[in-house]
T-cell receptor, first 112, second 112 residues
Framework: DAEITQSPRHKITETGRQVTLACHQTWNHNNMFWYRQDLGHGLRLIHYSYGVQDTNKGEVSDGYSVSRSNTEDLPLTLESAASSQTSVYFC???????????FGPGTRLTVT | GQQLNQSPQSMFIQEGEDVSMNCTSSSIFNTWLWYKQEPGEGPVLLIALYKAGELTSNGRLTAQFGITRKDSFLNISASIPSDVGIYFCAGQERGSQGNLIFGKGTKLSVKP
């Protein structure tokens, strides 16, 4: 069955370190998204991609970057982790823009 | 930016009761989606709606795309303990670049 996976599921890192969160989908979807989820804020869009070599900033993109070198993967990089980036991160993909998105299980990141 | 108002924020109900929740926007939407999230997991798609007035069921769940295209409703009949979780609405705003906007969720608790 097609799926979307994230790794690691839990990560603790120190302030200032570079961190990369992986997202891999086997749906063959062109569109992939990264969100962060915090209490009181719901899901907020960080970055998204509509295809290979395409990346776009979402509403909370500062301090994050993504790259899309193939259809299956959209890694999220925190260039220099900050305590404000402690959150749960979700990756999602969709077949068409504006249609249903399918979410991964999430990565809980703690920056100390 | 556009926000979705989801209500109620939380509900405490007795097993067997019916549940209703809704989501409203100030602008017209092309798509309405309903997700459920359980602790430690990613959101799971329950129902997708694409036409004004559309009424769709998924087991004990029924959702409707409001006729004004500015709201959507989710009903759960005869609730059971495994219905516990956070229910999110999401939608694509007409005229937007296509990304989904999410509500902040309704937390459902069911007393056996």
């Amino acid at each position: 069955d097609a799926e979307i996976t994230q790794s690691p599921r839990h990560k603790i890192t120190e302030t200032g370190r570079q961190v990369t969160l992986a997202c891999h989908q086997t749906w063959n979807h062109n569109n992939m998204f990264w969100y962060r989820q915090d209490l009181g804020h719901g899901l907020r869009l960080i970055h998204y991609s509509y295809g290979v070599q395409d990346t776009n900033k979402g509403e909370v993109s500062d301090g994050y970057s993504v790259s899309r070198s193939n259809t299956e993967d959209l890694p999220l990089t925190l260039e220099s982790a900050a305590s404000s980036q402690t959150s749960v991160y979700f990756c999602a993909s969709s077949r068409q823009v504006g249609y249903e998105q399918y979410f991964g299980p999430g990565t809980r990141l703690t920056v100390t | 930016g556009q926000q979705l108002n989801q209500s109620p924020q939380s509900m405490f109900i007795q097993e067997g009761e019916d549940v209703s929740m809704n989501c409203t926007s100030s602008s017209i939407f092309n798509t309405w989606l309903w997700y459920k999230q359980e602790p430690g997991e990613g959101p799971v798609l329950l129902i997708a709606l694409y036409k004004a007035g559309e009424l769709t069921s998924n087991g004990r769940l029924t959702a409707q795309f409001g006729i004004t295209r500015k709201d959507s409703f989710l009903n759960i009949s005869a609730s059971i303990p495994s219905d516990v979780g956070i229910y999110f609405c999401a939608g694509q705003e007409r005229g937007s670049q296509g990304n989904l906007i999410f509500g902040k969720g309704t937390k459902l608790s069911v007393k056996p």
